[in-house]
């Protein structure tokens, strides 16, 4: 019997490298569980979410799904250095300036072409413009489109993050301390600035959309790298929820107030600041992000001797996408 049995290997194991050959490139090494992250400042996100919609898409392929909360770009972007998650939702600049602090990132989406961030103060505050925040207290999440906005707002007007007082705090108690007096003003996101604006009566006394940068979806570059079957059907199924949203205003505006637990209308501000039309990635978010970070490395956020060019063409990546949407439905 012995005998039998070790004439019997090689053969075992000759059908069992027949097996693994025949499987599809990467299936044998496939991630156990696929880990999402979530953001009330990604409206497409609380769709996949809610709908369960990648936990459909990989259920053949016996992929579990595990979805983490973000709450400002700086956390989505903590989580994907600390391989927390494999997907995480930023905005754009932020996205390059982790880059640029050796963050191995991707940015492979635009979930959002959004107006999410703005200066905010209380309705009767003294100050009416940026030039009045000298030797003020600003609330801020350093490391998100809202201290990117701030940054920029004051070098337009001549002024340094250093003729401010920064309070650095999470976008939500931003709100708060704005609110209690802690704070001066506040460089705020939605959905939290669009709640403080209809139910404080706080000013947005700076907007400037071009001053916004993208929203985009990062992925590790390890991940990219090792499964991009997977990160193009996570694309895919991101596709499929955007033009889901478009079609569905109210369904979609529901999905957000359950999620955010806000009301109907802060979550319908919020959605008129936010331009789903496109997903696509490429040359246009690259020129936004790039003036974005020309303007943070003259501010001293990133080292004087960053090549934000090099740093962006690194970090932006459309190939994913484009394997997914027809190039040619990209925005003129």
């Known amino acids: 019997m012995p005998t039998v049995a070790r004439r019997a290997s090689p053969s075992l194991l000759g059908v069992l490298l027949l097996a693994l050959a025949a499987l599809p490139a990467g299936a044998a090494d496939k991630p156990a569980t696929l880990r999402m992250d979530y953001a009330y400042y990604n409206p497409v996100s609380l769709v996949l979410r809610e709908q369960g919609l990648i936990e459909k898409e990989f259920a053949r392929d016996g ?49 959002s072409k959004p107006e999410w961030t703005a ?10 413009s940026v030039a009045d ?44 301390a704005l609110e209690r007096g802690d704070v001066d003003a506040w460089a705020g996101l939605d959905p939290y600035m669009a709640q403080t604006e209809l139910e404080a009566g706080a ?36 596709e499929k929820a955007r033009i889901w949203s478009l079609a569905h205003p109210d369904a ?41 970070g020309e303007v943070l490395k003259e501010s001293g956020a990133m080292p004087a001797d960053t090549d934000v060019g090099k740093v962006a063409a690194a970090l932006i990546d459309p190939h994913f996408i484009e394997r997914v949407v027809d190039p040619a439905q990209a925005e003129p």
């Open 203 to 238: 000013r947005l006394f700076y907007r400037n959309p071009d001053f916004n940068t993208y929203g985009v979806l990062d992925v590790r570059e390890d991940f990219a790298a090792a499964h991009p079957d997977i990160v193009e059907r996570v694309l895919a199924v991101y």
């Open 63 to 111: 992929i579990k799904v595990e979805w983490v909360l973000s709450l400002g770009s700086n956390k989505a972007l903590e989580f994907l250095s600390g391989s927390s998650v494999d997907f995480g939702s930023s905005a754009g600049a932020a996205a390059l300036l982790a880059r640029a602090n050796g963050n191995p990132i991707k940015s492979i989406y635009v979930y």
């Open 252 to 292: 979609l505006r529901a999905i957000l107030a359950r999620a955010e637990k806000q009301s109907d209308a802060v979550v319908a501000k919020q959605l008129e600041r936010n331009d789903l039309s496109s997903g696509l990635i490429g040359a246009r978010q690259r020129n936004t992000i790039v003036a974005a």
């Open 133 to 176: 925040l000298r030797g003020k207290r600003v609330a801020v999440t350093k490391g998100t489109d809202p201290y990117i906005f701030l940054v920029r707002a004051l070098a337009s007007h001549g002024l340094k993050v250093q003729d401010v007082k920064t309070v650095l705090l999470q976008h939500p108690d931003g709100k708060v």
């Open 119 to 128: 200066l905010v103060t209380l309705k009767d505050s003294p100050i009416h």
